[in-house]
């Protein structure tokens, strides 16, 4: 069931959370070059992460090794991801005239339709396959000092 009828209240929503986001965000866009970057990253990936920094929370550990920003702000990030692409993003499909969802995301080259769901072709796909394998295993190795 959908609530969305009522006026929102934006003074609800705190500041510290928007700011939070924002600099998580701007973390993000130094990593992955681009601010769009998520919208080409599986639903899953982004829930996982979320369930990551909670779980480092619950652990004992606030802040995030790699960034420095609280875990529970960038758990909130991966959070808002997921809530912006359930809400908006299938109207972003029809107005960008399918530009995002027929070119790869981050070489423009034309797509595969099995590349469709990825938003990237696959050498793209495997650059950022590798990337992600690195940093998975720089941070095991900082978490084993
Ligand atoms: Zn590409």
């Known amino acids: 069931m959908k609530h969305d009828k009522e006026k929102y209240i934006p003074t609800l929503t705190y500041t510290s959370l928007l700011k939070e986001i924002s600099k998580v965000r701007s973390y993000g ?15 899953i990936q982004h ?12 652990d004992g550990e606030d802040f995030d090794q790699g960034s420095g920003y609280l875990h529970l702000s960038h758990a909130a990030c991966n959070i808002m991801f997921e809530i912006e692409r359930f809400l908006n993003i299938d109207e972003d499909r ?10 790869c995301f981050k070489c ?18 495997i650059k950022r396959e590798e990337q992600m394998k690195k940093e998975r295993l720089e941070l095991e190795k900082m978490r084993k000092r």
């Open 108 to 125: 423009e080259k034309q797509l595969e339709p099995e590349d469709y769901p990825y938003g990237r072709c696959l050498s793209c796909r």
């Open 47 to 58: 829930l996982n992460a979320a369930v990551r920094h909670i779980r480092d929370v619950i």
């Open 29 to 43: 866009k130094k990593k992955y070059g681009s601010y769009d970057d998520w919208k080409t990253t599986e639903v």
């Open 94 to 103: 029809v107005t960008i005239d399918g530009r995002i969802f027929n070119t």
